[in-house]
């Protein structure tokens, strides 16, 4: 067979990629995934100083890890590079988009979405996601589960405010098929994964966004891409794609580096092609899942060589409202100290969903989750909570090292020890709120001196980062806490974890670069699935309607549709 050449080429392997790369192999296509980053086994993700220090993506310093951060004026965003893309980082959650949120604003008066689907277009394509991502709502029911004093205390919270609470479906493995949630127990697949590792249901580690290595996360690598392996698929990672091109004859020509794991740790002028020389594929069907960031990147670069593109190319982009802030020390209804302990559970286990004039109330809607944090978070905040614990450290270590230099015994110390580790008001009664929902989808990518640049600011969303900002508060006041925004607030930044838009879906290349299908306007076999496709927010979470997008692009790319 022609290892150059393939019925579909797949850049990228997160939740567009990796849903389309299994339909198409599933349909007898021959296959290729092109992934820039590495595959992370169980057990492979970073933990120590040393590991995280190196866990960032910059091939020219020397670095191949899976967090990838941009800047830009008025925002920042992390994305994911690795086998399975952003589900290696993400929280699990897997809300489908609200039913009105479906907006059809008029794009030519004012308007700044029009969606070219529906939820009922949808709705079969997220069943098909949900059964193959095996969710599972967090058993709060359940012991141990039910230790989950997170989840009591947001609950508790909305109940106290009138909010509805939920738990939303998770791609988190807590029991296997007819037996019930137990912590730690091996989790039995039909068939191999293909890393050909075990896994285990989750631990209630909190350490879902650092990347599970136990395996209880219901990661891409898990599911779609294991059984795009076992129907031909190639999965080939560290290649990173540079740019593609329409092929003479018809089809596309994609062109891409390989990066050497031995150069981790080694600067390198990577995008010298004596360093990194270019390689070729062609291929008859071209799937763009690089991200938001990275497919707007790619086809902006590429631009010379699609000349028919739509000019809503980088247009419609927002971080679907992302917004973190902090709980910090909750209180019960005496005023004592109360323990929410962020660290224990995955990371999100519990959401309130606030409606928007779409649904009869005012501004525009938004969910709040709870957002854990590792183990390991609470030491740092422990050992770091200000002028106190310093004291506390240094009058316990004055001890030890009088006992030392004097030769003298200093008795039972027990009582110091402990009162070292007392104030744990911090790190074990605070709890970040993430928040996310309807922004306004007003920013626009270019180039500028070759990099990709965004013109995004918050001031037309800012009535909704207001409201979100005010129920959050509002829920940090019902655990008994204060509340207290992301310090980047302070300096006119956000951060998101959801960049959206970019390559638009639209009726027609005037509103979109993609059709309802994901296809390329004026260019047929060219696929793009990945949330730079979303002509506005999602609202919740936005991985299963990325997913369920991808699969309904699916049955167009396999001439099912």
Same mark, same amino acid.
């Given at each position: 067979?022609?290892? &150059?050449?393939?019925?579909?080429?797949?850049?990228?392997?997160?939740?567009?990629?990796?849903?389309? %790369?299994?339909?198409?192999?599933?349909?007898?296509?021959?296959?290729?995934?092109?992934?820039?980053?590495?595959?992370?086994?169980?057990?492979?993700?970073?933990?120590?100083?040393?590991?995280?220090?190196?866990?960032?993506?910059?091939?020219?310093?020397?670095?191949?890890?899976?967090?990838?951060?941009?800047?830009?004026?008025?925002?920042?965003?992390?994305?994911?590079?690795?086998?399975?893309?952003?589900?290696?980082?993400?929280?699990?959650?897997?809300?489908?988009?609200?039913?009105?949120?479906?907006?059809?604003?008029?794009?030519?008066?004012?308007?700044?979405?029009?969606?070219?689907? &529906?939820?009922?277009?949808?709705?079969?394509?997220?069943?098909?996601?949900?059964?193959?991502?095996?969710?599972?709502?967090?058993?709060?029911?359940?012991?141990?589960?039910?230790?989950?004093?997170? =989840?009591?205390?947001?609950?508790?919270?909305?109940?106290?405010?009138?909010?509805?609470?939920?738990?939303?479906?998770?791609?988190?493995?807590?029991?296997?098929?007819?037996?019930?949630?137990?912590?730690?127990?091996?989790?039995?697949?039909?068939?191999?994964?293909?890393?050909?590792? #075990?896994?285990?249901?989750?631990?209630? *580690?909190?350490?879902?966004?650092?990347?599970?290595? @136990?395996? $209880?996360?219901?990661?891409?690598?898990?599911?779609?891409?294991?059984?795009?392996?076992?129907?031909?698929?190639?999965?080939? &990672?560290?290649?990173?794609?540079?740019?593609?091109? #329409?092929?003479?004859?018809?089809?596309?020509?994609?062109?891409?580096?390989?990066?050497?794991?031995?150069?981790?740790?080694?600067?390198?002028? =990577?995008?010298?092609?004596?360093?990194?020389?270019?390689?070729?594929?062609?291929?008859?069907?071209?799937?763009?899942?690089?991200?938001?960031?990275? $497919?707007?990147?790619?086809?902006?670069?590429?631009?010379?060589?699609?000349?028919?593109?739509?000019?809503?190319?980088?247009?419609?982009?927002?971080?679907?409202?992302?917004?973190?802030?902090?709980?910090?020390?909750? =209180?019960?209804?005496?005023?004592?100290?109360?323990?929410?302990?962020?660290?224990?559970?995955?990371?999100? *286990?519990?959401?309130?969903?606030?409606?928007? %004039?779409?649904?009869?109330?005012?501004?525009?809607?938004?969910?709040?989750?709870? !957002?854990?944090?590792?183990?390991?978070?609470?030491?740092?905040?422990?050992?770091?909570?200000?002028?106190?614990?310093?004291?506390?450290?240094?009058?316990?270590?004055?001890?030890?090292?009088?006992?030392?230099?004097?030769?003298?015994?200093?008795?039972?110390?027990?009582?110091?020890? !402990?009162?070292?580790?007392?104030?744990?008001?911090?790190?074990?009664?605070?709890?970040?709120?993430?928040?996310?929902?309807?922004?306004?989808?007003?920013? $626009?990518?270019?180039?500028?001196?070759?990099?990709?640049?965004?013109?995004?600011?918050?001031?037309?969303?800012?009535?909704?980062?207001?409201?979100?900002?005010?129920?959050?508060?509002?829920? !940090?006041?019902?655990?008994?806490?204060?509340?207290?925004?992301?310090? &980047?607030?302070?300096?006119?930044?956000l951060i998101t974890v959801h960049p959206l838009g970019g390559c638009p879906?639209?009726? *027609?290349?005037?509103?979109?670069?993609?059709?309802?299908?994901?296809?390329? @306007?004026?260019?047929?076999?060219?696929?793009?699935?990945?949330?730079?496709?979303?002509?506005?927010?999602?609202?919740?979470?936005?991985?299963? =309607?990325?997913? %369920?997008? %991808?699969?309904?692009f699916a049955d167009r790319a396999t001439g099912d549709a």
């Amino acid at each position: 067979m022609d290892d &150059t050449h393939f019925d579909a080429v797949v850049v990228g392997s997160g939740f567009g990629g990796s849903v389309l %790369a299994y339909r198409l192999a599933e349909a007898g296509k021959s296959v290729c995934v092109l992934e820039r980053g590495k595959p992370y086994p169980p057990g492979s993700f970073p933990r120590s100083p040393r590991e995280l220090a190196r866990a960032f993506w910059n091939p020219s310093e020397g670095l191949y890890g899976m967090f990838n951060l941009w800047s830009f004026k008025g925002i920042g965003a992390l994305v994911s590079s690795g086998l399975g893309g952003g589900s290696l980082i993400y929280a699990n959650v897997l809300l489908r988009k609200d039913e009105k949120w479906f907006v059809q604003e008029d794009l030519a008066n004012g308007g700044y979405e029009h969606w070219p689907v &529906t939820r009922a277009d949808l709705d079969p394509h997220y069943d098909a996601v949900e059964r193959m991502l095996n969710a599972q709502r967090y058993p709060l029911e359940h012991a141990p589960f039910n230790r989950s004093l997170k =989840t009591v205390a947001f609950r508790e919270a909305a109940e106290k405010l009138g909010r509805e609470w939920i738990l939303p479906p998770l791609a988190v493995t807590f029991a296997n098929e007819n037996e019930s949630p137990a912590v730690g127990v091996p989790i039995r697949e039909d068939l191999p994964n293909l890393h050909e590792a #075990p896994r285990y249901t989750c631990r209630l *580690t909190g350490e879902c966004d650092i990347g599970c290595n @136990f395996g $209880s996360k219901n990661t891409l690598d898990y599911n779609y891409l294991s059984a795009a392996k076992r129907h031909g698929a190639e999965i080939w &990672t560290r290649r990173e794609v540079r740019s593609f091109a #329409p092929r003479e004859g018809g089809g596309y020509v994609v062109r891409y580096v390989e990066h050497d794991i031995e150069d981790e740790g080694r600067k390198l002028e =990577t995008h010298d092609p004596r360093v990194r020389p270019e390689r070729e594929l062609t291929c008859d069907r071209l799937v763009l899942s690089a991200g938001s960031l990275g $497919s707007t990147f790619l086809l902006l670069k590429s631009r010379r060589d699609f000349r028919g593109l739509s000019e809503r190319l980088g247009s419609r982009f927002g971080g679907n409202g992302d917004l973190l802030t902090f709980a910090l020390k909750a =209180t019960n209804a005496d005023g004592t100290r109360r323990a929410v302990d962020a660290q224990y559970g995955p990371v999100i *286990t519990i959401a309130i969903r606030v409606p928007d %004039a779409l649904d009869g109330a005012e501004g525009r809607g938004f969910y709040v989750e709870d !957002a854990g944090f590792p183990l390991f978070m609470s030491w740092i905040i422990q050992t770091t909570q200000g002028p106190g614990a310093v004291w506390r450290y240094r009058k316990l270590a004055a001890r030890l090292l009088v006992s030392l230099l004097l030769r003298r015994a200093q008795g039972d110390i027990s009582g110091d020890a !402990a009162k070292f580790l007392d104030d744990w008001h911090v790190s074990a009664g605070s709890l970040p709120l993430l928040g996310m929902g309807r922004d306004i989808p007003d920013g $626009s990518f270019s180039l500028k001196n070759g990099k990709l640049d965004l013109d995004w600011q918050k001031i037309k969303s800012g009535p909704f980062f207001d409201r979100l900002g005010d129920v959050s508060r509002d829920i !940090a006041k019902a655990l008994g806490a204060r509340f207290k925004r992301n310090p &980047t607030w302070y300096l006119g930044r956000l951060i998101t974890v959801h960049p959206l838009g970019g390559c638009p879906m639209g009726r *027609t290349p005037e509103e979109g670069v993609v059709d309802s299908y994901g296809e390329v @306007f004026g260019y047929p076999g060219f696929t793009i699935a990945d949330g730079s496709v979303m002509p506005g927010p999602v609202g919740p979470n936005p991985s299963l =309607t990325i997913a %369920a997008l %991808a699969d309904r692009f699916a049955d167009r790319a396999t001439g099912d549709a």
